[in-house]
């Protein structure tokens, strides 16, 4: 076997942070991290990805826990704020959108980097949805300026498959099919120097490290090989590179990576690993030690990270998909591999030196079936759409009762990128393009034009608000959805930071009780809403429990019982949570007026009356979760 000469291969661990890409990983809770910390100290990886993309959402929508406390947990175990850190903590952040679906001020990203940096955090990988560098250029300059470390990430996506052409008709139609289509293929955007200019446009605005960022794991080994080569010969900072293995690419092209000189590695720990999340690092390991690549991490540390995460992951189960599937306990430090195990590593490596893309894949996948790891999803590599994007979809059309339309909705997602500037498929436009792709299919199912129904972040979007989109969005269609042909950049000068509502109901106290509680009300207010009034019912309850002790016992008043619904009533699409409510109880509305605003699956919804009426009764308050068909208006008989 030929050795490969490179320097040292650093790793950024990303199993507290990436591993939130599994419906179980989003319930651990910080006990459970906190077993984990004392093997991470001496595990010496380059980095941690611990903090931003779904943690904060998910640590309070689940585990009912502060992402801040989070941050400061994880820094003070790693040392992350010393001159000499375990590790260097980083964070995912979307540009000028941060966690949030808005594009925000620069006060706003000022004070958010400032807190995650004085909180813990040193590296902030930063990417925007639609690769438009002006949505980064504050973001790297705070960073820099406030003593972090930024990340400039460029967004892999492909070039939308060309939609099937029409069968042949008639006698003409069977002469063109005779000579061939003769149909020019729509110009390639995305080649390989489109990254390479946005990755050398982050550098010249202060990025210390380009990350390759393929959030839907769709770049293959030949693309990956030719990104990264052409990445390390225009940039001097060092490359890293992201990737899933949920269709299959994952491990496969990692390998490519390596022997093409990427300087940092993504991985997951094996239990968090393969899947819809990175590429184990035992795996990873055992090709560079056969390659003769020294890896920066200590792997005898990461064995007893290992066997807490198996437990983590049993305690688990009842989230876990693949509960019943799970890998098999391997050790690369003391477990032999077969003869014929071993033999696939040094076959897939001549694979790979060789260009071999067929032959590679199909050893890789034979690596990952040997040890029990998931097999490619191919509805997900066939569409060429982020595994995240796809549950979202099928979610939504579950709530909805309309599961049936799944194929028509991924197939509409081509027409409707194209339509909206050909963006990539990322977080926040990857929901955002397949919520709508998902709405095209209800109208044709309803008989309806396209476009009929639109959520609020696609009208968003088109008008321009997002940032410039890899291609021009045609005039006409942005006056269908928008009502003006006029392109319309987000104007952050009329940002209205969201007030702290007074609880009136809680003795009047403040929802947000410091400015962390009030970024997580800016930059996720649907479900920091609910996690904070709940913070603040506790401590309410907590006073009002002290107050009682020493008050004198006060007689019971009985209820009155909830008068019933009589009336008709407006119900939950689908299940989602309140974010405002703008009627009242008797008031008047006309059809058309807002009614009231839901987030459902990370997308926010107006509800508008269908008809003129006059409000009985508002059923439901702000942050309140609702489930579908739940009463949310009554109105008069």
């Known amino acids: 076997m030929a050795k490969l000469t490179r320097p040292a291969l650093k790793i950024r661990d990303l199993t507290l942070r990436d591993g939130q890409q599994s419906l179980f990983a989003t319930r651990m809770n910080q006990e459970t991290i ?20 779904a943690v904060p959402d998910s640590v309070m ?41 808005v594009p925000y001020p620069d006060s706003v990203l000022e004070g958010f980097y400032k807190e995650a940096i004085d909180n813990g955090l040193n590296v902030m990988r930063i990417f925007d949805a639609l690769n438009d560098i002006d949505n980064v250029r504050e973001s790297i300059r705070l960073i820099n300026q406030l003593g972090g470390i930024a990340d400039g990430a460029v967004c892999y996506t492909v070039d939308p498959k060309a939609e099937a052409p029409e069968q042949p008709s008639g006698f003409m139609g069977k002469i063109k099919s005779m000579f061939g289509n003769k149909t020019k293929a729509p110009e390639k955007i995305f080649t390989d120097d489109y990254f390479v200019s946005k990755a050398k446009a982050m550098e010249a605005l202060g990025a210390k490290i380009i990350t390759l960022k393929d959030m839907a794991g769709l770049v293959n080994p ?19 590179f992201h990737t899933h293995c949920t269709p299959g690419y994952g491990l496969a ?38 390659m003769g690549v020294e890896v920066e991490a200590n792997m005898e540390a990461v064995g007893r990270i290992r066997k807490e995460l ?14 019943d599937k799970m890998p098999i306990e391997f050790d690369p430090l003391n477990d032999t591999l077969p003869a014929e195990v071993a033999a696939l590593f040094d076959t897939a490596i001549q ?7 067929e032959g590679l894949l199909e ?29 979202n979809m099928v979610a939504q059309l579950k709530q909805l009762k309309s599961e049936d339309l799944l194929e028509e909705a991924m197939r509409l997602i081509p027409m409707v990128r194209r339509d909206a500037g050909l963006i990539p498929l990322v977080t926040p436009t990857s929901q955002i393009v397949g919520s709508q792709a998902v709405l095209v299919a209800l109208d044709r199912k309803n008989g309806k034009p396209d476009y009929t129904t639109t959520n609020n972040q696609f009208i968003s979007l088109v008008k321009g608000e997002y940032g410039k989109t890899p291609v021009a969005i045609d005039p006409t269609f942005r006056e269908k959805i928008t009502g003006s042909p006029e392109e319309k950049a987000y104007d952050v000068s009329s940002y209205k930071r969201p007030q702290n509502p007074v609880l009136e109901d809680m003795g009047g106290m403040p929802l947000a009780s410091n400015n962390e509680e009030m970024l997580l009300l800016e930059l996720l207010p649907s479900v920091a809403n609910g996690f904070l009034r709940k913070r603040r019912a506790e401590e309410y309850e907590a006073h009002r429990q002290d107050e009682a002790a020493s008050a004198p016992v006060a007689e019971v008043v009985e209820e009155e019982p909830t008068e019933p619904i009589t009336g008709p009533t407006l119900v939950a699409p689908m ?24 987030e459902a699956m990370k997308m926010e919804n107006d509800v508008e009356a269908e008809k003129d009426d006059v409000v009985k009764r508002v059923l439901v308050s702000e942050g309140d979760v609702v489930s579908t068909n739940a009463p949310l208006i009554e109105f008069q008989d």
């Open 34 to 53: 906190d077993k984990l910390l004392p093997y991470y100290k001496d595990a010496h990886f380059y980095i941690m990805e611990v903090w931003g993309g």
């Open 61 to 101: 929508r689940y585990l009912d826990e502060s992402p801040w406390d989070r941050l400061r947990i994880v820094s003070k175990a790693m040392d992350s704020k010393s001159e000499h850190p375990k590790a260097l903590l980083s964070a995912l952040s979307r540009g000028r959108n941060l966690f949030g679906y």
């Open 222 to 240: 030949l693309r990956a090989a030719s990104i990264i080569s052409a990445l390390k010969s225009a940039v001097k900072v060092p490359v890293d």
């Open 253 to 290: 092209s990692s390998l490519m990576a390596i022997i093409k000189g990427v300087d940092i590695l993504d991985t997951n720990i094996w239990w968090f690993g393969g899947g819809s999340a990175a590429p184990a690092i035992e795996l990873i390991y055992i090709f560079c030690q056969r």
């Open 310 to 323: 198996f437990n983590a992951r049993k305690a688990l189960a009842d989230f876990d998909l693949n509960r």
């Open 351 to 357: 694979f790979a030196f060789a260009d071999d893309e």
């Open 363 to 391: 050893t890789c996948h034979k690596i990952e079936a040997y040890f029990n790891f998931p097999k490619p999803n191919e509805l997900v590599k066939n569409a060429e759409v982020p595994g995240g994007m796809y549950s």
């Open 575 to 598: 299940g989602g949570r309140i974010i405002s409510v703008k009627v009242k109880d008797g008031q008047t509305v006309k059809k058309g007026d807002l009614l009231l605003v839901y």
